[in-house]
């Protein structure tokens, strides 16, 4: 069956650019922004993808590993991408892109990306179908794709854990 035939939200319609400036309540004693402050934008970020696309109430089930490849200074803004790249019955994987950008400059620079999965839930807490995305673009296919790996991966290690 072809992509185009399922009925389903484009992963446009979920993407969010978040822009803040880097303050010096939001850094450690470097000047670099912590590390916990950018993880907490992240996950509201990614928060905001998956709600548009699910139009229910999300609540974060896990974060892939989160590298910090460059800092952030004070001074400079942190700009956050976030767009929901896979879904399953209830669940969201969303892709989440972080950017260093200079003001004088405009010029950016990659410092972390990290994948988050999201559950949609109802109101009194259940979880909710969510529509499936329909990648439209290459890259967009790409991390489609990706992102049916990654759930994969995460189903495999879930069932390999210990029952609580």
Same mark, same amino acid.
């Given at each position: 069956?072809?992509?185009s035939d399922i009925?389903?939200?484009?992963?446009?319609?979920?993407i969010?650019?978040?822009?803040?400036?880097?303050?010096?309540?939001?850094?450690?004693?470097?000047?670099n922004?912590?590390?916990?402050r950018?993880?907490?934008?992240?996950?509201?970020?990614?928060a905001?993808a998956?709600?548009?696309?699910?139009?229910?109430?999300?609540?974060t089930?896990?974060?892939?590993?989160?590298d910090f490849?460059?800092p952030?200074?004070v001074g400079?803004l942190?700009?956050?991408?976030a767009?929901v790249?896979?879904t399953?019955?209830?669940?969201?994987?969303v892709?989440?892109?972080? #950017?260093?950008?200079?003001?004088?400059?405009?010029?950016?620079?990659?410092?972390?990306?990290a994948?988050?999965? #999201?559950?949609?839930?109802d109101?009194e807490g259940?979880?909710?179908?969510v529509?499936p995305?329909?990648?439209?673009?290459?890259?967009?296919?790409?991390r #489609?794709?990706a992102?049916e790996?990654r759930r994969?991966?995460?189903?495999?290690?879930?069932?390999?854990?210990?029952?609580p």
């Amino acid at each position: 069956m072809d992509m185009s035939d399922i009925p389903g939200k484009p992963v446009a319609d979920s993407i969010v650019e978040r822009v803040e400036m880097v303050l010096p309540n939001d850094a450690n004693p470097l000047g670099n922004m912590l590390g916990g402050r950018v993880m907490h934008l992240i996950d509201i970020t990614a928060a905001i993808a998956a709600q548009r696309h699910s139009r229910a109430i999300v609540v974060t089930a896990s974060i892939d590993e989160v590298d910090f490849h460059h800092p952030i200074r004070v001074g400079q803004l942190i700009v956050l991408l976030a767009s929901v790249n896979c879904t399953g019955r209830t669940s969201m994987e969303v892709g989440v892109k972080v #950017f260093s950008e200079d003001t004088l400059t405009g010029e950016r620079r990659h410092t972390s990306s990290a994948y988050l999965t #999201f559950v949609a839930l109802d109101a009194e807490g259940h979880p909710v179908p969510v529509l499936p995305v329909i990648p439209e673009t290459e890259e967009e296919k790409r991390r #489609f794709r990706a992102a049916e790996r990654r759930r994969a991966l995460r189903l495999e290690r879930m069932k390999r854990l210990p029952s609580p």
